[in-house]
């Protein structure tokens, strides 16, 4: 991918979050420490995964892939995020910036897709419960997961290639914390009209193409649970339940970070969503799995007693 073009701005100034100097260390210290729980507990989660053989299952299978993608998701923006709190001025290079971009789109456009696989798996599951095993093969759970970090990095390319080609002349201020596509289109000097017919194009895509198979799969389950027991309910919502509430936190502040506002305020409002979506969701991810979740507290249980014995 070239780095390469007209632009005469070779570095950004990432504005971060906020401009007051006695809110600095205070969210240092609350950001740091939401980066070190999401670390942990991501990792906690894959080591879980791994090490347990009665969770090597098609639905933790995913859930290891969700867990990764949060946990490198984090990587990519937090740290630059910390450093903005204890300096004076937080300098980014343009290669920086793509980097980061690419990164960002590829990991969030993967996310949509590997949560679509696990809507796909629960519906398997509960539709499906005799052909399971086959139909979620380990050979299809591989190509679901191949397809959706392929997808992924197809987005990110061309999202990523869609900045790399605007000039940016004047300003290069970025009102964010992190080099997103809409704070640069709006900082560029060049027409942006199809860079942004593009990008309404790819996220459009990727956002309907998820949200319909993920509303597709729970319309089904729900028709087919209609005439189940009250057991075959509990067990139902409890299987679905976790991945309710991580496409629900997802795809709601996903859509609030980017939804046009008319109010003065706007631009404060998307940076605040954007931090629930890109801070607090991954570190919620791990949580909402483990708290709901009676498989992987077991889990937890045999792991603390493998270790103190």
């Known amino acids: 991918m070239a780095m390469e073009n007209e632009s005469t701005v070779i570095e950004f100034i990432l504005m971060g979050l906020t401009g007051r100097s006695e809110l600095q260390l205070p969210l240092f210290f609350l950001f740091l420490v939401n980066y070190v729980v999401t670390v942990m507990g991501n990792l906690s989660l894959i080591n879980l995964i791994c ?6 299952t098609p639905m933790y299978f995913f859930l290891f892939n969700l867990s990764f993608i949060d946990l490198c998701y984090s990587f990519v923006f937090t740290p630059k995020m910390l450093l903005s709190f204890i300096s004076e001025r937080n ?26 696989a696990m809507a796909y798996d629960r519906y398997v599951a ?15 759970c591989s190509l679901l997961i191949s ?12 999202l990523t290639e869609c900045m790399i080609r605007l000039n940016f002349c004047d300003s290069n201020i970025i009102n964010h914390y992190m080099c997103d596509i809409f704070p640069l289109l709006q900082l560029s000097c060049s027409r942006t009209y199809a860079n942004e017919l593009v990008v309404s194009i790819i996220v459009g895509t990727v956002v309907i ?17 209609v005439h189940m027991s009250s057991k075959g309910w509990s ?4 299987t679905c339940g976790s991945h309710i509430i ?11 970070t980017h939804v046009k506002l ?28 483990s708290l709901r979740n009676k498989d992987v507290k077991l889990a937890l249980k045999k792991t603390v007693k493998r270790i103190t014995n």
Do not use: R, W
Not at 126 to 140: A, E, G, R
């Open 91 to 116: 300098i980014i290079s343009f290669a920086g910036c793509m980097t980061q971009l690419f990164f960002f789109c590829f990991f969030v456009n993967s996310e949509c897709y590997v949560l679509t």
């Open 51 to 56: 090490l347990n053989s009665h969770l090597h």
């Open 235 to 238: 067990k139902a919502f409890s």
């Open 262 to 289: 008319s109010s003065a305020g706007s631009v404060d409002q998307k940076i605040f969503f954007s931090v629930f979506c890109t801070n607090v969701v991954p570190m919620l991810n791990p949580l909402i799995y």
């Open 246 to 256: 991580t496409v629900g936190l997802f795809y709601g502040f996903g859509m609030l």
């Open 209 to 225: 193409a998820s949200s319909l198979i993920i509303f597709l799969s729970y319309a089904l389950i729900l028709f087919n649970i």
């Open 147 to 158: 397809v959706s970090y392929m997808f992924g990095s197809a987005g990110a390319v061309v």
């Open 126 to 140: 509960i539709c499906k419960p005799l052909l399971y095993t086959v139909t979620m093969s380990p050979k299809v």
